[in-house]
C-alpha cells in the first residue's frame, strides 16, 4: 500500500514539473505617477485603455505602497525586497556621475529568477546607477540585456524634447551643464543623445522581440519595463503627441498605456498570455510642482517627496488571464511583496538576506488576506536618529514627522510644499485611512483607551522594526564625479558638450 502510494506521488510530482511551465514575469513601473492618474482609479480626462482592461479583467490594489516618495530608493526597494535604508540607495536620488549604486551583492528578481532558467531583460529607466565603466547597470544585476536610460530623462539638458508637434512648447531646460541623455544597449551607449520622440518606439520594438524570442524558444522570462513616463519633462512621440485629453501629462500617459496595450498584444500573439503575471503600479506619487503638467493623488494627501499617503501610496494592477480573478482588493500591499511573491509563484529561492517583503500570492489568486500588518514610511533622508516619519498598522496611519517637499509645490494644502518645515508629533498623529483616507482628520486620543491602546501597539511595532534594521553605507552620500557620466566619446573634450555621437 505504502509503495503504491509513493508512487502515485512520484507520478504526480514527475506530472507537476513536466506539464506546468514556470510562469512568466511583467514587472511595469511607471514613474511619478499619483493615485488619482489612471482611467481605471477615477481621473475623468486620462485615456488609459489598455491599463483600463488591465483593471477590469484583472486584481485593482486599493492600498498598495511604495517604500520611498523619490525615484531610486523606491527601485531598490523593489527589485531587492528590502527597504531601501538596507541596501544604502539614500538620500534623495542617484546623478549621472554618481559614484555609488545598488550594491552588487544584492540580489535582485533577475538574480532570483536566473537559476532557474529564465531570460530576463529591462527596458527603460534605471536609475540604480552607472558608476565607473558602468559598473552598476542592469546587466551587473541580472538581467540578460538592457535597453535604456540609465536615470531620469530630465538630467541632462533639455533636447528636442517637447517640440513636437511644433504647438507643444518645450517646459524648463532640465540640467543644463550636464552630459546630454544617453540610451544605453547593454553597457554601450547606442544614442547620445537619446532620441526621444522615438524612444518609445525603441523601447515597445525591444520588448516585443524578447517575449517573441523567449516564448518561441518555451523560456520562462522575467521583463521589467521601468518607464520614463510620466516624469517631467513630460512629452509623448509622434503616436500619442497632442492625442489625449489631459495635455502633456496625458499624452505621455497615453504613450506609456500604448506600449502596455502593444505588450499585452505580443502576450495573446505568442500564446503566454495565460501564463504571465503582468504587474503594474509606479515608483513614487506625482510631482505636484509641475502643476498642471504633474500627476495626481486624487483623494491623497500631498504627493511626491512627502510621507503623506499622496507621496506613497500608489496604483497597482496584477493581470494574469484564469489565474487571478478580475476584482478589487483593500488589502495592504508593496513593492516590497514583489520579489517574494515572484520567487514563490516561480518556485524559486529567496534571497538569504532580510527581506521587508511578503508573499502576497494569496492576495493576487484568491483574493485573500495579506500577511503584512504594517508598512513603514523613510521620507527622502532617512536616518538613525530619527527613523521612522511614519507607519501604518491595519487601517491607523501613525505620523511621527511631518514635512512638505519641493516635489509637492503648489497645491493649496499647506501641509504639502516646502515650507512646511519638519514637525515632531508626541504623540503620532494617529489617522484612520479607512474613514479618512485624505489624512484630514487626526484621532483625538483623549479619553479613548482603545486608541490608547492603538498607540502602544504601534509604538512596538515601530520598536521591533527599527531595531531590525541596519542602515547600509549610503551609496548617493559618496557623491559624483563628472568623469563617471556616460560619455560617448570619452576623450573628447570639452566636456560635457562634446559627448554626442
Ligand atoms: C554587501 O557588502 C557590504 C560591504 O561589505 C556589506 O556591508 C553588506 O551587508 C552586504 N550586503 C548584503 C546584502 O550582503
Ligand atoms: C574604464 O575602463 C577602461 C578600460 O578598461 C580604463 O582604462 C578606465 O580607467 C576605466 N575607467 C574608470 C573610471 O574606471
Ligand atoms: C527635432 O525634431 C524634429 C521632429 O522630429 C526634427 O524635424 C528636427 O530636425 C529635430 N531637431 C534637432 C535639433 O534634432
Ligand atoms: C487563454 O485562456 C482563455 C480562457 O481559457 C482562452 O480562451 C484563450 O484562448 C487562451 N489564450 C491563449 C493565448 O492560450
Known sequence: MESVRLLFLNILIVFCTCSASPPNFVLIFADDLGFGDLGCYGHPSSLTPNLDRMAAGGLLFTDFYCTSPVCSPSRASLLTGRYQTRSGIYPGVLYPGSIGGLPLNETTIAEVLKPLGYATAAVGKWHLGFGANGTFLPTKQGFDKYLGIPYSHDMGPCHNLTCFPPDVKCFGLCDVGTVTVPLMYNEIIKQQPVNFLSLERTYSDFATNFITTSAKKKQ??????????????????????????????????????????????????????????????????????????????????????????????????????????????????????????????????????????????????????????????????PNEIYGLFALRLGKYKAHFYTRGASHSGTTPDQDCPVFAVLKAHDPPLIFDLEADPSEHYPLNLQGRPDLQALLERIKNVKQRFEASMVFGESQVSKGTDPNLAPCCNPQCSPKPRCCHC
Open 220 to 381: 520562462p522570462f522575467f521583463l521589467y519595463y521601468p518607464s520614463h513616463h510620466t516624469h517631467y519633462p513630460q512629452y509623448a512621440g509622434p503616436g500619442a503627441a497632442g492625442r489625449s485629453l489631459r495635455g502633456s501629462f496625458g499624452d505621455a500617459l497615453l504613450e506609456l498605456d500604448t506600449t502596455i496595450g502593444d505588450l499585452l498584444t505580443t502576450l495573446e500573439k505568442t500564446g503566454v498570455i495565460n501564463n504571465t503575471l503582468v504587474f503594474f503600479t509606479s515608483d513614487n506619487g506625482p510631482e505636484l510642482m509641475r502643476m498642471s503638467r504633474g500627476g495626481n493623488a486624487g483623494l491623497l494627501k500631498c504627493g511626491k517627496g512627502t510621507t503623506y499617503d499622496g507621496g506613497m501610496r500608489e496604483p497597482a494592477i496584477a493581470f494574469w488571464p484564469g489565474t487571478i480573478r478580475p476584482g478589487v482588493t483593500h488589502e495592504m500591499a508593496s513593492t516590497l511583496d514583489i520579489l517574494p511573491t515572484i520567487a514563490r509563484l516561480a518556485g524559486a529561492k529567496l534571497p538569504q538576506v532580510m527581506l521587508d517583503g511578503f508573499d502576497m500570492t494569496e492576495i493576487l489568486v484568491n483574493h485573500g488576506k495579506s500577511i503584512r500588518e504594517a508598512m513603514m514610511f523613510y521620507p527622502t533622508d
